[in-house]
């Protein structure tokens, strides 16, 4: 079973700032099937990227993703108040098909 | 455009079986796989399975034995149960599609809104 690990728990910054967030996976993940998810309390997860790099419809380009092997990240150039939630990476692979990491908290510092 | 809701029981006995429903609308339901995906409170998401309109499903395996995924196409919607229920199934329940992007790539594209389901005497 591949799991994915998120890093930091929580990210505390502030509008303006740029937000880098680590997904590591415990085996090599193709990189067609790794996907960043955006939530905010009280709502269902937003696609953000697929593919590892391939913005989702929709998603402003201060969203990017890249990596690949075991080690993706997730970038948001500048961040907008809006911006501030969960985000959760997510692999497809062999057995059991999909995981998802534990989520990375971006909060307002 | 496209859009998913999710139905059933808000509470459910330990052991009972939990039944939900997902609404398909704005496109067809033979076009896609269809997923259920659950979040228990305060946690993280959890892959329960995905399930095509012929029949063919997947499910994650530390929940295979109690999943069932249907379509049911002449109503646009597809449904899970899951038996024998404990308060470890205690989450919000969502259903989502499953996007194929091409070059072996895929993801949840479109989610429900989510709902809540209780396992409770």
């Known amino acids: 079973e591949i799991v994915l690990t998120q890093s930091p728990g929580t990210l505390s910054l502030s509008p303006g700032e740029r937000a880098t967030l680590s997904c590591r996976a415990s085996q090599s993940v193709s990189s067609s099937y790794l996907a960043w998810y955006q939530q905010k309390p009280g709502q269902a997860p937003r696609l953000l990227i697929y593919?590892?790099?391939s913005r989702a419809t929709g998603i402003p380009d201060r969203f990017s993703g890249s990596g690949s092997g075991t080690d993706f990240t997730l970038t948001i150039s500048r961040l907008e108040p809006e911006d501030f939630a969960v985000y959760y990476c997510?692999?497809?692979?062999?057995?059991?098909?999909?995981?998802f990491g534990p989520g990375t908290k971006v909060d307002i510092k | 455009q496209v859009q998913l809701q999710e139905s059933g029981p808000g509470l459910v006995k330990p052991s009972e079986t939990l039944s939900l429903t997902c609404t398909v609308s704005g496109v067809s339901i033979r076009s896609y796989y269809w997923s259920w995906i659950r979040q228990p409170p305060g946690k993280g998401l959890e892959w329960i399975g995905y399930?095509?309109?012929?029949?063919?499903?997947d499910y994650n395996p530390s929940l295979k034995s109690r999943v069932t995924m249907s379509v049911d196409t002449s109503k646009s919607h597809f449904s899970l149960k899951l038996t024998s229920v404990t308060a470890a199934d205690t989450a919000v329940y969502y259903c989502?599609?499953?996007?194929?992007?091409?070059?072996?790539?895929?993801?949840?594209?479109?989610w429900g809104q989510g709902t809540m389901v209780t396992v409770s005497s």
């Open positions: 593919g590892a790099s």
């Open positions: 997510q692999q497809y692979g062999s057995s059991p098909g999909f995981t």
């Open positions: 399930v095509y309109y012929i029949g063919s499903a």
């Open positions: 989502a599609r499953l996007y194929d992007y091409g070059d072996y790539s895929n993801a949840f594209d479109i």
